[in-house]
């Protein structure tokens, strides 16, 4: 199971948001950049970086800490927020993100998001989030009546390969993932699921790698110092 630190960037720094509210944000770093480079050098195989403010409004305001962040670091990135358009995809790739994750376009334009798998293959995941089991889109502004397990199903019939499963009412609150539905996709679909919300301690990681989860988020544990990132590493590791 890969371990994914997130880095969310929010006006070019480095912060978190509790479920996913913008006004209830903690800003960590005034640099995602030195950020990710400290978490590459800790052992990360693999980085989250979230543009919040592309989530929220579609801008592209945090390009440049993106692209840097690209420059900076030897491992792959995936990017998320806001991106609803080819031409975002394509900048986002040619800068060196190794894997582009998109929300609401899979819920609004199954047909681009199709089209999209054909040219770019496993460089596109798509990020489920999701309220009492049904799928929110829009920056998580907007919770509508689509199941997120049949969501999740429906991706994998459409030849998406990686699905990154937050349970907003997990995200930020350092009370452990929402087990139930992680081991119901793990059971049901035959794609890799990252989870995200909520992960917290060695025992969730442990829990979560016994399902045989392609991977799993961890960031407000971290920026918290409620989680040492080395010794999640050691868990996840461990025969």
């Given at each position: 199971m890969i371990l994914f630190p997130a880095i969310d960037i929010k006006d070019n720094k480095c912060v978190r948001l509790t479920q996913?509210?913008?006004?209830?944000?903690?800003?960590?770093?005034?640099?995602?950049?030195?950020?990710?480079?400290?978490?590459?050098?800790?052992?990360?195989?693999?980085?989250?970086?979230?543009?919040?403010?592309?989530?929220?409004?579609?801008?592209?305001?945090?390009?440049?800490?993106?692209?840097?962040?690209?420059?900076?670091?030897?491992?792959?990135?995936?990017?998320?927020?806001?991106?609803?358009?080819?031409?975002?995809?394509?900048?986002?790739?040619?800068?060196?993100?190794?894997?582009?994750?998109?929300?609401?376009?899979?819920?609004?334009?199954?047909?681009?998001?199709?089209?999209?798998?054909?040219?770019?293959?496993?460089?596109?995941?798509?990020?489920?989030?999701?309220?009492?089991?049904?799928?929110?889109?829009?920056?998580?502004?907007?919770?509508g009546d689509v199941d997120s397990i049949e969501m999740c199903k429906s991706l994998e019939g459409m030849g998406v390969e990686t699905v990154v499963y937050t349970d907003i009412s997990k995200d930020g609150m350092l009370s452990g993932p929402n087990f139930n539905i992680y081991e119901a996709l793990s059971k049901e679909v035959n794609i890799n699921i990252i989870a995200s919300g909520g992960v917290t301690t060695l025992e969730d990681i442990g829990r979560l790698k016994e399902m045989n989860l392609y991977g799993a988020i961890i960031g407000k544990a971290l920026y918290d110092n409620k989680l040492d990132f080395k010794d999640a590493l050691a868990k996840v590791r461990q025969p």
């Open positions: 996913g509210k913008f006004d209830r944000v903690n800003v960590y770093f005034s640099d995602p950049v030195e950020m990710a480079k400290k978490w590459e050098a800790m052992g990360a195989e693999y980085l989250h970086v979230v543009d919040l403010d592309g989530a929220k409004d579609e801008g592209f305001q945090n390009r440049k800490s993106i692209e840097k962040i690209a420059n900076a670091i030897n491992i792959p990135m995936q990017t998320g927020g806001g991106i609803r358009s080819k031409e975002r995809i394509k900048n986002l790739i040619d800068m060196g993100v190794a894997r582009v994750i998109v929300g609401t376009m899979a819920i609004e334009n199954p047909e681009l998001l199709k089209e999209l798998i054909n040219i770019y293959k496993e460089k596109i995941a798509v990020s489920i989030d999701a309220l009492n089991g049904k799928v929110a889109i829009r920056g998580w502004q907007e919770v």
